[in-house]
């Protein structure tokens, strides 16, 4: 590529990557159709296998048993309550709006994850059209199809990415039909999207920076332009600052394993760009968890991807006149894109691992689109694509190459899908690939337990046995699935060196109270608590399990922790007032019951509880009081 080749051709007032007026997607409309149709089908051919999957990891919690998306004040708290974990407010709007739609079907949530990224790949193919990428419908493609995308698409819970895509490149192609167009209205509707992308996920706060490169690139950069790009560099300054607060108050991103300076931060940095580079180009060895790293920021070794970033960012400016400039447009674009989990900034999920697929959605435009933009360029001064006039086709296979990689992703993906199929299968690739992995030990024991009652109502169907054996059977299989999950839970025990051991001591006491092992489960209920006793769940676990041996005013005591540590606690209420109303404490129990009825209307049996403590209490106060002798 020549100087000649990044000037305006034609008068044009917008510059494209390969040297001639930037495209639009006008044109052949027909044919740019077939084109959106065919990539819609393809994708949804891929992600097939996981649309008939059920719901995954804290799918459970964030869609299927989460009060917010059906309490009466729901979305009211969806917007302006600290509840989340994370500020997200449209994408649990979405799920709110899903909830009365379809429930509890995890297909429902799951076609529109599809969806939505089928429109994210459309918008793509927009934008590089309109950027002048050339090879713009093989680059939307593969991001379409990419296996490293699963992740986000697949699982319900990674709708973020796939909600925050869509606002992001709304909000670009609004803002390249601006830059080449001078439409002012497309600037002020690109203003609210943005916000609507932030209130998504706050890593699309790179926008921005992503934004000026892109000028930059195109040698329009100019005062009006950064005077342009002010808007939305005081909203993505807000959105960081909030997410921050977020990460370290409410998700838990402090303590002693956040305590790292910044020179360790930086070796990891380099890694992590590495890591995501080499995915991209190989996309092999997924795994929904990724073993946490020791990375030694004293040693030379560690600073080899640092090196290499450095002398590729050093090449590309030198050569910024010519051909640099695009591909520090493509480095850029990923580098920005993955600046938000490089490491820096304290993150709940680092705790976990330091990579995980779902980082690459926004980051895999700026390598892909680079990388077709090249190998097309390169392929047409080379003679290899040149147009045939006979056939209104390259007279190569270059064509064929590029469906052959096509395929190859389309099929990678097809088969990565079918492991988001169901917790189960998603639990054994990840232990296969990450044994170290005590979430995955700790999530394959929780699904083995929330299938039991299901499972064993089709083994009670499926037996070919006299009816007097049925039972005997079921209890066998019953007890061999909460053995088996015990095993698990233990495995995840001796994995876990961190802040969740008390979660799954819990977990542990849990099941061997299903075992009929009440002392043995009291034990590791108190070891939970002794680890984390502000934690209300585990106060309501180990006051249910001192009520399931008699010990009434040591249940009491742990309820009425749980209700102070958390006021909104439903369960809490429920079992401190059940409780006090066997215990012949109607009055104490009265104001919880009270408060539990509200707080779930439509509870039946807590109703009940409620009209029997006004009873007694009324007759308690009927009674004469006893005058003396």
Not at 6 to 22: D, H
Not at 385 to 394: I, K, L, N
Request: a positive charge; proline letters at 5%; charged letters at 20%.
């Amino acid at each position: 590529m020549t100087t000649a080749d990044m000037q305006p051709a034609n008068g044009s007032s917008s510059v494209s990557l390969s040297g001639r007026p930037a495209a639009g997607p006008r044109g052949n409309w027909k044919a740019n159709g077939r084109l959106m149709a065919g990539m819609a089908f393809l994708i949804l051919a891929a992600y097939l296998p996981s649309l008939r999957g059920t719901f995954l990891m804290d799918d459970v919690s964030v869609v299927q048993r989460n009060p917010r998306l059906t309490d009466v004040d729901g979305l009211g708290r969806i917007w302006f309550s600290t509840e989340s974990e994370q500020y997200q407010p449209l994408v649990y709007t979405t799920y709110w709006i899903e909830k009365r739609l379809w429930g509890n079907n995890p297909i429902g949530y799951r076609v529109v994850n599809v969806l939505l990224h089928i429109a994210n790949a459309l918008l793509l193919f927009a934008v590089f059209r309109r950027a002048g990428v050339l090879g713009a419908a093989v680059a939307a493609m593969l991001f379409a199809l990419h296996p490293l995308n699963v992740e986000s698409v697949a699982w319900v819970y990674e709708r973020k990415n796939v909600l925050s895509g869509l606002f992001f490149l709304l909000t670009f192609v609004l803002l390249l039909r601006h830059h080449q167009l001078k439409r002012p209205a497309c600037y002020c509707l690109a203003i609210p999207l943005f916000a609507l992308a932030l209130l998504s996920k706050a890593s699309t706060v790179v926008l921005p920076a992503i934004l000026l490169l892109y000028w930059w690139s195109a040698r329009t950069f100019n005062a009006r332009k950064l005077l342009e790009s002010l808007p939305f560099f005081v909203m993505a300054g807000a959105m960081a600052a909030l997410t921050v607060w977020y990460e370290t108050e409410l998700t838990g991103a402090a303590g002693p394993a956040y305590d790292v300076g910044f020179g360790e931060r930086f070796a990891r940095a380099g890694w992590i760009v590495a890591f995501f580079a080499g995915k991209i180009f190989a996309p092999v060895n997924l795994c929904f968890l990724y073993p946490q790293w020791n990375i030694d920021a004293v040693a030379v070794t560690t600073y080899i991807p640092h090196a290499v970033i450095l002398i590729v960012l050093a090449v590309l400016i030198a050569k910024r006149k010519t051909w640099g400039r695009p591909a520090l447009l493509g480095v850029g674009t990923f580098l920005i894109a993955l600046f938000p989990v490089m490491g820096f900034f304290d993150i709940y999920y680092h705790q976990h691992a330091l990579v995980a697929d779902h980082f690459a959605y926004l980051p895999l435009i700026g390598l892909l689109g680079l990388t077709v933009h090249v190998v097309a360029v390169g392929l047409r001064r080379a003679g290899f694509f040149q147009p045939d006039p006979a056939v209104g086709r390259s007279r190569t296979g270059v064509r064929e190459l590029a469906f052959l990689f096509i395929a190859l992703c389309w099929y990678l993906t097809w088969q990565r899908t079918q492991f988001f199929a169901t917790p189960l299968a998603l639990c054994n690739d990840t232990i296969e690939k990450n044994p170290a992995s005590w979430v995955a030990y700790q999530k394959r024991a929780e699904f083995t337990i929330e299938t039991l009652v299901p499972y064993l109502a089709r083994h009670r169907k499926d037996l070919d046995v006299p009816a007097e054996q049925v039972d005997e059977q079921v209890a066998g299989e019953r007890v061999k699935r909460l053995e088996q999950a015990l095993a698990d839970f233990r495995k995840a025990l001796e994995l876990q060196t961190g802040g969740q051991r008390g979660v799954v001591l819990a977990n542990i006491g849990s099941t061997l109270q299903q075992l009929d092992r009440g002392d043995e489960a009291m034990t590791y209920f108190r070891q939970a608590v002794d680890i984390d006793p502000d934690k209300a769940a585990l106060r309501l676990l180990l006051g249910d399990a001192l009520e399931r041996s008699d010990q009434v005013e040591a249940a009491v005591a742990e309820y009425q922790t749980a209700v102070e540590l958390d006021p909104k606690f439903l369960m809490a209420r429920r079992r401190l007032g059940h409780l006090l109303l066997r215990a012949g404490r109607p009055a104490e129990a009265l104001p919880h019951l009270t408060e539990a009825a509200r707080m779930s209307p439509k509870d039946t049996q807590t109703a009940a509880w409620l009209e029997a403590a006004r009873q007694q209490v009324e007759m308690h106060e009927q009674q004469p009081v006893p005058t003396g002798p």
